[in-house]
């Protein structure tokens, strides 16, 4: 879409755009560029040069089982959660929307824990979930041992993924009532009349017409699950017990900042910005072939 | 819907009741574990009526926190990106959307791919650059040759130099080197329709003129919107906060809840880290409770 009235001066023009191009060019291309840079060098911590190596870091990482082991956390996490939040926002989302009674209060409340940060839900979830105390501590009463993310690494995975998707049906909660509530009320009433119960409705007309939001969430959900899971790790286990959840993002900043390893940290930051990317177009080249748009 | 399906219904109601239960269960869980003594929050089953210490715990997490300092701190920083974000955007995609210069589309999509990488993942570098903010300009100098050029007729050595590390902008700036507001903006402007234009040209207004007295004006439901999101956005952010600042004087709330962890083999004290959990969580949740008839308003006056 193009605007017929625009205005000719191109120095007003690039004036207006300019703050945002310096901030963006700062703060954004040189970090990437400089990423790219010490991925290919062998870079001291805190200056004292660096000399190029090639692919050796990425060989390095690459032939790591502790790398490996990150990558393949943070797949697990990012599926799941992005399962759980989204599958949970869109059945509530779909029976908000049929306007039942309370539906003002479920729609206001609903949307609440996506104000929460992560590190907050973290430290909350870390007491909710905590073997001796809150909420699960009557498992372990009833059967000593059963639950303990401080020592079993599936528990705490599954503590991180609770914690995460908790936050993010909030978030998909919105996008879903909004797409529905743009859905013309003309066409489910018409369905209605021609004897199409409520369940029907919801598979034939209100899903389809959802996918567009439906890709734009499930890009946003995994890239999120990348990212916005540091602070809960960080709270929640330190990406512990035993690396059990040590996620991309943690890697990258406990080998950056704890262990000043500059080129691996720089790496590991490039691959994760190619499966970022990867992701993110893969989701647009296939998905969006079956997305009906209107 | 004029049909009546009480079946349907009825278990439509049972699942709404299940989410609501799920979406409340933890904001009770802390406020409850935050009015108890520590004993109390310590047995099993932990108690499902309120305690009494509620205000005992506040002051306690208050103090071991610093919250005093940090939660000032959160909210300047918070509001500075907003407005930031608010600001820079509408400017950047009014020159984007109306105007007409060579480059354009290029400077869209270079503005566009800020969207894909966030700053976590480019974390390590983005340190580096706001140790010294001017690093990339005294590169772009050195490898031009000018540095060289300067020196050689002045004798001067150009050094560029603002390191950004423990101080506000350290903290403030890189969060609002983002797209997102720009994106929004260019939606809604291309929705406003031509003849506005059109119309401010013929009456012989320029475009700061046009920007200022109809543009920001018509947006005002797109700012406060932003405003709302990138508000609770940056009072959230927690992983540059904690490289950026490790001076406390320049410390913010969120990051300080690492403080407040019981430790490993200290006193199990969850009742006071609830407490500063709640203090730290209400500040953003209040924002989106105001602000949620905006959204709500949004949802409900599009056309059904």
Redesign the interface.
Known sequence: ?E????????T???L??A???L??????????G??LY?AFTLEQPWGGGNQWVGFQNFQQLLADPVYWNSVVRSLVFALASTVIAMG?AL??AL??D???????????????????????????????L?P????L??IN?LSPGLWNPALDGTDAMIAIVIAFS?KY??YNF?FF??AL??I??SL??AA?MDGA???RRILDIQLPLLTPTLFFLLVINI?ES???S??IV??MTQGGPARATELM?YK??FD??KGLD?SG??AQ?II??LL??LL?VVQFRFIERRVHYK | MVERTPVFDAICQAILFLGLLIALVPFAIVIIAATHDIRTVNTVPMPLVPGRDLFANLAEAWQRADLGVKLFNSVLFATAVACGKVILSAMAAFSIVYFRFPGRSALFWAIFVTLMLPLEVRIVPTYAVAANALAPFQAILDTTGITWLVQRVSGIEVKLEWGLLNSYPGLILPLVATATGTFLYRQFYLTIPDELAEAAKMDGSGPVRFFVDMLLPLSRPNMIALFTIMFVWSWNQYLWPLLVTTDPKFGIAVTELRALIPSEFGLPDWNVAMAGTLIIMLPPLIVVILMQRWFVRGLISTEK
Do not use: C, N
């Open positions: 879409m605007k017929r009235a625009t205005f000719s001066s191109t007003i023009g690039l207006f755009v703050p945002m191009l901030l963006i060019f700062v703060f954004f291309y040189w970090p990437s400089q990423a010490w949970l059945v509530l029976f908000t049929r306007e039942l009674r309370f539906h003002r209060a479920y729609r206001s409340v609903l949307v609440w824990p996506y104000a929460i940060a992560a590190p907050a839900l973290g430290l909350a979830f870390r007491f909710i905590a001796e105390a809150g909420l501590s009557v009463h908790w049906i909030g919105i009532l909004s509530a743009s013309p009320r489910t009433e209605a119960g409520p369940a890239t990348f990212q916005d540091f602070g960080d709270i993002v990258i900043y950056g900042f500059y940290a720089a930051s994760l910005m970022v990317i993110t």
